[in-house]
């Protein structure tokens, strides 16, 4: 048993023991907690990225972004998207037919262009990431679950009312609330888990936790298609939004009723009192000085580079498929389980491993793993782009199973490399971090894709060309980063352990107000 009271499960040989197995051993309750907060997570994604899933239709309604040439569903051609898409004008679209002599191609919104990519970048991003500072830093104050519950009810009401927009602004008005919900979830998540598990199962824990990416990315993909197609009460794409916002609702106030504070661990009495005279404002500049260590500085732009990648991918997934010929039916065939299966299988077995290896080699090791996952998935995300269905679907598996190992593995690296009295407010810098690069990157899209354009490229080709770059590229440059950040780890590791902890670097200032000189606390084995 820790000094905390986490009890510590051991294997045969006498070592911390980690994995699925060892998770399952936990209490009851600890579970349960896990499962309400892979829930809000699954909502979390799923409301997120109903935007990208139901773009055209909604901006076909709307009317907002691009207008293009693409298929015109209400009538029966032997044309397909990739058909229209190669024509660039109102007139050339108007006069496509196929072999039969139907007019198959209609001129309408795409769902893309700049007002998209607002609604997908800045007008979520922004208040996502800078809200994400100020509610981790109260989450290292006040009640985690209370304010992790209300963040819920918050961001899936505005996700059910999104179902009732009628104008570009009221989406714009409504993604803004869902940022602004969604930034205290991952940051209040992490820090209940953190409590919750011991040290050698906080990896596990977090990636059952990080399940909830996949399961609701996939589920965008299957509420997003599936439902928009049924037109339920002539209602389309509004229906998606209603079904994924309702259940958030209702969950948020189960965590109220259900959900216990726990103790925080790995804090010293006399580091718990002096971080609780801490206000926000004083804590801020403890975060700036504290990434700003060489190895958080790097693990953040690593994480935030390879995070570039995966918001290019997952804005851009449903209009790159859907401009190679892929109906909105066959994309939620496969995007609706592909994610799901290999991004919850990466997530878990990363955490595995780099559990395993950390009792090995210690902390860096998990850098490791993260290394090696980036370089072996990278063949196969080329693949995703290079190869025709049903190839381009199947690359994904390996893709996800690799490369997502990422995720849970670099979070169990911050927060050992962070004291645990901040460890709530150093998460949600490092979310503000790589959620502000690699959140924004989609705006690259459209200038680089229209560069490839302007370059003799048709519409798909400069696509499938941009997202080169920025997926596959973002890989290999997010690997190189993280053996960056690899070189500076021991160093900071061992500053880490030999500085004393808050409660022992505070002192008082002649004019009565504290000023502290802040040092991390020694980590212990519970921490």
Known sequence: MGKTGTPKIQSDSGRPAGGLRALLRSSGYSLYVLL?????????????????????????????????????????????????????????CAVRKDADGVFGCKWDYTGTGTQYNLLAGPVFILIYTFAGIPVGIAADLYNRKILLAVACIIWSTCTFLTGFAKEYWQLAVLRFGIGFGEAGCTPFATSLLADYFAPE??????GVYNWGIYFGYSMAYAVGNFITNANILDMGWRWSYLLSGGPGILLGVLMLLTVKEPQRTGISAASQAASAQLTPAQKLPVMVRLFFRPSLFLLCLAGAIRNAAGYVWSYSTQNYFEGIGQTSTQIGSYMSWIPLV???????????????VVSRVGPHGRVWVIIASQL???????????????????????????????????????????PAEVRTSAVAFYFFVISNIGGNMPLLVDPVKKAFSNAGHNDVDSLRDTLYLFYPGEYILGALLYLLALLALRRDLARAQRDGPLAEKKTDDPEGETNDAYQPEAPTDDQ
């Open 342 to 356: 290999a991004g919850s299988i990466g997530v878990v077995f990363g955490g595995f491993i780099s559990d395993r």
């Open 36 to 92: 309400l907060l892979l829930l809000a997570y699954l909502l979390n994604q799923l409301d997120r990225y109903m935007l990208a899933i139901v773009a055209r239709p909604s901006a076909q309604e709307i009317e907002f972004g691009d207008l293009g040439c693409q298929l015109n569903d209400a009538i029966s051609s032997h044309l397909s998207d990739k058909d229209c898409s190669n024509c660039t004008t109102n007139a050339t």
């Open 201 to 206: 199962l906080r990896g596990t824990a977090l």
């Open 376 to 418: 072996l998935a990278a063949p196969f995300v080329f693949g995703v782009l290079f190869l025709e269905p049903p190839w381009a679907y199947i690359s994904l598996i390996p893709t996800y199973i690799i490369g997502e190992m990422w995720v849970p593995i670099t979070l169990a690296v911050l927060v050992e490399l962070v």
